[in-house]
Every structure is written in structure tokens, then in C-alpha cells.
């Protein structure tokens, strides 16, 4: 799998847009950009996934860059609920195993 | 439509001895993980099964870690003996199909704690 580069830490206004930046300069063609979440005390939860063209749907959208080397996932709005750490994953999709990196913490203020 | 479930949710056990998580995926879903999450790190594949049959275990411990799953549906993760670096999260995931949107469904894990 690709590997991927995401800030260990950010901070987002409850209400505004949370954007998460995720580096993944050796993507190959085949692979998919997948993102997850994991509020505390639970298990991951699959939020979005893109190929090339952009992503949305009613938790998030994943834009995708040209060139495909780096990703943003963008929280419309974000809520307190949103605290949690997010992690950016590139794979070829199907049953091929999810390897998760360190992740984003991303905290929500009021 | 009821998510993947497993028990126990917490473990506390001394070293050397053996622990057992049980794991029950979404019905229907052919494709079953089980991690390992170590405090402040991402979650680590541990095995994967297709069905009933093995697809990936190249990080599981095997001279301590075993794995099945009965009849493709049920998996139960054993440790045996336990050691202290295994205290962490274990969690199972399970997936539904084969094509790109192969996303997973975690379970709320198990928590060990070895002593």
C-alpha cells in the first residue's frame, strides 16, 4: 500500500469546516484514497472513499487532487461529535487489508 | 441492520495465562478482520479471513495467536500465553463485498489488559 502523510494534530471551531490533508505521493493508478474515524472508546467507522473525481456524501466530501498525490476530507460543519482521530488510507480496495497509519486528532471547540 | 459484535468488551488476566474474544460479523459478510490496537497507534491487522479460509496472517504471533472461523461466520481470537505487550484493543471488522467499495465494519472491541 501507498504510504500516507497526515498532521498528528488540528484543531476546528465547532459549526465551521473541518479540513483534513492527507499526502500520499506514491499512489499508484489502482488504488483507492479511503478515510475512517475513531471517536474514543469505539471502533473505526468508514466515512468516504475516491478514486479520481471528487466524493460526497451525508458525513463528508473527499476532494482529490489532479495529479492524485494529496486528498482533503472536508466536515461540512463540524460538531463536537467530530472530535476524534481520522485516518487517511490508500488501497486497492476489495477484501485487501486496511493498514492504518497514526491518524489526524482532530479536536472540536466550542 | 445490526453491526458486528464481540465480547467480551473488557479482560484483565495475568501473564501466561490464555484469553478468548469471540467475534460475530454483519450477516451475510464474507470477509472477516481482526486487529490489534496498541494504545496511541493505529489499529494492526492481525488476520484476515475469506469465508472460512485464511487470506492474510503475516502479522499474527503465531507462536502464541490462533485464529478461526467456524463455518465462515463466527471468529474467536485466542492468546495463549498471554504477555504484557499484549495489552491493547482488539478489534474485529467485517466486509461485505469484493469490489473497490470494500469498506470495513468495525465492532466496538475487546480491551485487555495483561498484568
Known amino acids: 500500500d501507498a504510504k500516507t502523510t497526515q498532521p498528528t494534530s488540528m484543531d476546528c471551531a465547532e459549526g465551521r469546516a473541518a479540513n483534513l490533508p492527507c499526502n500520499h505521493s506514491t499512489i499508484s493508478g489502482n488504488e483507492y484514497v479511503y478515510w475512517y474515524r475513531q471517536i474514543h472508546s469505539q471502533g473505526p467507522q468508514y466515512i468516504i472513499h475516491?478514486?479520481?473525481n471528487n466524493e460526497t456524501n451525508e458525513m463528508a466530501s473527499l476532494i482529490i487532487t489532479e495529479d492524485r498525490k494529496s486528498s482533503t476530507l472536508i466536515l461540512p460543519h463540524a460538531t463536537l461529535r467530530d472530535t476524534a482521530v481520522y485516518y487517511c488510507?490508500?488501497?486497492?480496495?476489495?477484501?485487501?487489508?486496511?493498514?492504518f497509519g497514526i491518524g489526524t486528532k482532530l479536536q472540536v471547540i466550542p | 441492520e445490526a453491526g458486528v459484535a464481540q465480547s467480551p468488551r473488557y479482560k484483565i488476566i495475568e501473564k501466561r495465562q490464555s484469553v478468548a474474544f469471540w467475534c460475530n460479523p454483519i450477516?451475510?459478510?464474507?470477509?472477516l478482520y481482526w486487529y490489534q490496537q496498541i494504545l496511541g497507534q493505529g489499529p494492526k491487522l492481525l488476520i484476515q479471513f475469506q469465508n472460512n479460509g485464511v487470506v492474510d496472517d503475516s502479522q499474527l504471533p503465531k507462536d502464541r495467536f490462533s485464529a478461526e472461523r467456524l463455518k465462515g461466520v463466527d471468529s474467536t481470537l485466542k492468546i495463549q500465553p498471554a504477555k504484557l505487550e499484549d495489552s491493547a484493543v482488539y478489534l474485529c471488522?467485517?466486509?461485505?463485498?469484493?469490489?473497490?467499495?470494500?469498506?470495513?465494519?468495525f465492532g466496538p472491541g475487546t480491551r485487555l489488559t495483561v498484568t
Open positions: 450477516s451475510g459478510h464474507a470477509t
Open positions: 488510507i490508500v488501497r486497492v480496495g476489495g477484501y485487501q487489508k486496511v493498514t
Open positions: 475516491g478514486l479520481k
Open positions: 471488522a467485517s466486509s461485505p463485498l469484493q469490489g473497490p467499495s470494500g469498506e470495513q465494519y
